[in-house]
T-cell receptor
Framework: AQSVTQLDSQVPVFEEAPVELRCNYS??????LFWYVQYPNQGLQLLLK??????LVKGINGFEAEFNKSQTSFHLRKPSVHISDTAEYFC????????????FGAGTRLAVHP | GAVVSQHPSWVICKSGTSVKIECRSL??????MFWYRQFPKQSLMLMAT?????????EQGVEKDKFLINHASLTLSTLTVTSAHPEDSSFYIC?????????????FGQGTRLTVV
């Protein structure tokens, strides 16, 4: 079984500042890793995913994440945030077999202030 | 990207009645769909995995007789909350995978806000 821990429930940051949202996972098997964003009363949109290959993954809206196998982490970063980045961010894992069902972390609320 | 449409976006129903939520993949065929439940300010909890033409696989603790899932075609899965009670009020989200390869992206519907009064 897999589990995901998002270490920060809320991250306040000023506009144009850098941000890092932390994610650690636990699994006895190899996994795929994902970051999703959710705006109020909406579904989830994929930001980026790690399947294999380069451990630095670039996604949409200027976000990137780095897979660190030894630390079982997949932290999300953006060098300069905008007000429009205010949303809930979810880290998720799925195993590499079966139906690839996603297991989500508790989420991190990113609040960008002017 | 692929589009998943959920209907309705919100619904209010009386306690004891049943509510059906539809999840459609608009421009692709989804052999597998997933149903999640999200409480306010919390994460998504997987309820069940829905496979076209077969019975859904429910996660531990989810009442299959209360949350009826039907995946009648490659583009439609439905979740019926039977005999709804106020504690069933929640945000329900479906997702569908494109293709059958490993690690393929899951696209999410916009969610359904259910309020039981």
């Amino acid at each position: 079984a897999q589990s995901v821990t998002q270490l920060d429930s809320q991250v306040p940051v000023f506009e144009e500042a850098p941000v890092e949202l932390r994610c650690n996972y636990s699994s006895s098997v190899s996994v795929y890793l994902f970051w999703y964003v959710q705006y109020p009363n909406q579904g989830l949109q994929l930001l980026l995913k790690y399947l294999s290959g380069s451990t630095l993954v670039k996604g949409i809206n200027g976000f990137e994440a780095e897979f660190n196998k030894s630390q079982t982490s997949f932290h999300l970063r953006k060098p300069s945030v905008h007000i429009s980045d205010t949303a809930e961010y979810f880290c998720a894992v799925s195993d590499r077999g079966g139906y690839n069902k996603l297991i989500f972390g508790a989420g991190t609320r990113l609040a960008v202030h002017p | 990207g692929a589009v998943v449409s959920q209907h309705p976006s919100w619904v209010i129903c009386k306690s004891g009645t049943s509510v059906k939520i539809e999840c459609r993949s608009l421009d692709f065929q989804a052999t597998t769909m997933f149903w999640y439940r999200q409480f306010p300010k919390q994460s998504l909890m997987l309820m069940a995995t829905s496979n076209e033409g077969s019975k859904a696989t429910y996660e531990q603790g989810v009442e299959k007789d209360k949350f009826l899932i039907n995946h009648a075609s490659l583009t439609l899965s439905t979740l019926t909350v039977t005999s709804a009670h106020p504690e069933d009020s929640s945000f329900y989200i479906c997702s569908a995978r494109v293709g059958g390869g490993e690690g393929t992206e899951a696209f999410f519907g916009q969610g359904t806000r259910l309020t039981v009064v």
